[in-house]
């Protein structure tokens, strides 16, 4: 990789630079690992400056003399009801922390800069919209934003003079009965496991306005844009709290006992990053989802400049940061340059990659590699593949190595093996099979994760869909794939009819060429290859389709997969999609069966949420 000074001048240099800034302006630097979350000070943070401000009024007044932001001014003239003021408010942050100008997107190498900059647009509308129209800047940019707090459905003094859609008498401190029973019927949603949250809060404002219908306060004033201001605070919560059990989770060290422990994962990793000298020597590296450190560890040893590990687990940063002072490699702030043994280089930061900026001050596209271990279950499963992109398009160099760089899912259809039903047929000797019989009647509406034994593949392999981590965009994590199964040709099955019970995913990632070019490495969780932590993702079928390789006689008066008309041919196809709720997907399953003589048969749809 060709870079026009070494990985760690580079570093070096913006680190000197970032440290004469912080002298003269306070900016924040490598070396200033300041929080700027609300526990940097009391009041309201200002949308673009350090400054805080007692009194959203007061906030506004400040950004509008020093920093050309009229907020009141925008409210006005767009006519911008609450949750347009929200998406503004987010919106504004979420380009500050990039040092890019709200209003025309220019980009500046700090803050300072970018301040001085600031101006209002001559068009706020964008081909008929404004920038902050996707729903996605409902959610807080900022934890715990004071100011958004500040903006409360009954803070509507310019809701007059603006002509906003939410009219005074529904934002009202006589609104406060609604304005509780919303917020009760949130927290009572939150508490639920599994279920689409928007349906339920739905539901339960149904019901509160049945059992309210004597309450003219509460029967005029529920309308669409209330709706979705508690629907987008009941996702946010729902994030919140799955993501703060998500990354509880992994502060077990067991789970990370595991992931150590499999050495297909480990020694992938590990070869590549010790296995391609020309694109770790001298490079600042971003691992995105560091546990304890392993892939830091690794980066350094392989000649890093600088590594900053980033971990959503309080503990495990606490632990990563621990693990590499233990072994001579975390970097200290406090030691020139000069003095710093060689291996010095990580640095830990708790924080997912979404919210980095909030905790340190980085130059945007400063690091040359970017690795992650974000795969789960069936590939998609957690969903931290979207922070691996955010990472990417927010941190990366234009060109800059991500690793993986690839992602493939695949699959085939299993036979009897890959079912607990030899299990149960014979305990110890008694027949049990009509436990076993229940419990493949109930995967079939359940996901298994487990590993299938090679010889358990009755059909062959299909490729559903590949990703290109380097270029592919958040959208692309939903997919539709049609496929063909046909019985393998491997020579493992029998002569006759196979039953084929269900179809089972896995996935392989790849170091490519693209940037490991001494030393490409390919991770693979087939149940051909040695079994992983991820094991397979299995879906089992209502009943089992009767396949053959070829058919001879056929009943045409039987139904296409069964014994006496077997199927020569399934198509099939699967949907994965990020289900409503938040770090899980949900998986459709359609399976049609062809027999010799071109009968078919469909059978009704499978989804199953994992």
């Not at 392989?302 to 001579?328: I, L, Y």
């Not at 305990?427 to 049990?432: A, K, L, N, P, S």
């Not at 392999?461 to 794939?481: G, N, Q, R, Y």
Request: hydrophobic share 35%; with cysteine.
């Amino acid at each position: 990789m060709e870079r026009s000074l070494s990985g760690e001048d580079e570093v070096e240099e913006r680190l000197r630079s970032d440290e004469e800034e912080e002298e003269e302006e306070g900016e924040e630097g490598w070396d200033d690992w300041c929080s700027d979350g609300d526990d940097a000070g009391g009041g309201l943070l200002c949308l673009f400056c350090s400054t805080r401000i007692d009194a959203d009024s007061s906030l506004f007044e400040h950004c509008a003399a020093e920093h050309r932001f009229d907020f009141h001014g925008i409210v006005k003239e767009l006519w911008l009801d609450f949750y347009g003021r929200i998406k503004l408010i987010n919106f504004v942050r979420s380009k500050v922390a990039e040092n890019k100008c709200w209003s025309c997107g220019q980009a500046f190498s700090s803050n300072t800069e970018l301040c001085g900059h600031l101006h209002a647009p001559e068009n706020y509308l964008i081909e008929g919209k404004v920038p902050w129209e996707e729903d996605v800047y409902l959610k807080p940019f900022m934890e715990d934003d004071s100011l958004l707090h500040s903006l409360s459905m009954d803070d509507n003094d310019e809701d007059e003079e603006c002509g906003t859609s939410i009219e005074r008498g529904q934002c009202s401190a006589g609104n406060g009965v609604l304005a509780e029973s919303l917020g009760n019927k949130l927290s009572t949603l939150l508490e639920g496991n599994g279920s689409d949250i928007s349906a339920r809060f739905e539901q339960e404002c149904t019901i509160g306005s049945t059992q309210g219908e004597d309450k003219e306060s509460v029967a005029h004033e529920t309308n669409d844009s209330q709706l979705k201001v508690a629907r987008a605070s009941v996702n946010a919560k729902a994030i919140k709290t799955v993501d703060d059990n998500y990354f509880g989770s992994y502060s077990s060290f067991g789970i990370h006992r595991e992931m150590l422990g499999d050495k297909v994962r480990t020694d992938a990793y590990r070869d590549a990053l010790l296995g391609n000298p020309s694109l770790l020597s001298g490079a600042a590296v971003l691992d995105v989802g560091c546990g304890t450190g392993i892939l830091s560890l690794f980066a350094a040893k392989a000649g890093a400049s600088r590594v900053v590990a980033v971990d959503g687990s309080a503990k495990m940063a606490s632990v990563a940061t621990q693990v590499a002072k233990n072994n001579g490699l975390l970097y200290d702030e406090n030691v020139k340059a000069e003095q710093k043994r060689g291996a010095q280089v990580i640095s830990v930061v708790h924080s997912k990659a979404e919210d980095l900026n909030q905790k340190i001050q980085l130059p945007q596209n400063v690091f040359d590699v970017l690795v992650s271990e974000w795969m789960g279950y069936c590939l998609l499963y957690e969903s931290m593949l979207s922070s691996v992109i955010y990472a990417r398009d927010h941190f990366l160099k234009p060109g800059g190595a991500i690793l993986p760089d690839t992602a493939t899912i695949l699959g085939a259809g299993f036979g009897r093996g890959g079912t607990s039903l030899p299990f149960w047929e014979n305990v110890y000797g008694f027949d049990m099979s009509c436990i076993g019989k229940e419990v493949t009647s109930t995967s079939a509406r359940f996901p298994v994760v487990d590993v299938v034994a090679s010889q358990d593949i009755v059909t062959e392999t299909a490729v559903l869909h590949s990703f290109d981590l380097a270029t592919m965009k958040e959208s692309e994590m939903d997919f539709t794939a049609s496929f063909e199964l046909r019985l393998s040709e491997s020579g493992t099955i029998v002569p006759g009819v196979t039953l084929c019970y269900g179809i089972v995913l896995w996935f392989d990632t790849g170091f490519t060429n693209r940037f490991c070019k001494e030393n490409p490495v390919v991770l693979s969780t087939s149940p051909f290859c040695t079994p992983t932590h991820w094991s397979q993702t299995i879906f089992t079928f209502e009943e089992p389709i009767a396949m053959v390789k070829e058919s001879s006689t056929l009943d045409s008066s039987a139904s296409v997969g069964t014994d006496e008309s077997p199927a020569t041919m399934l198509k099939s196809r699967i949907s994965i999609v990020r289900a409503s709720e938040h770090r899980s997907i949900d998986i459709s399953v359609e399976t049609t069966a062809f027999s010799k003589d071109g009968r078919k048969r469909s059978w009704p749809i499978q989804i199953f949420n994992l």
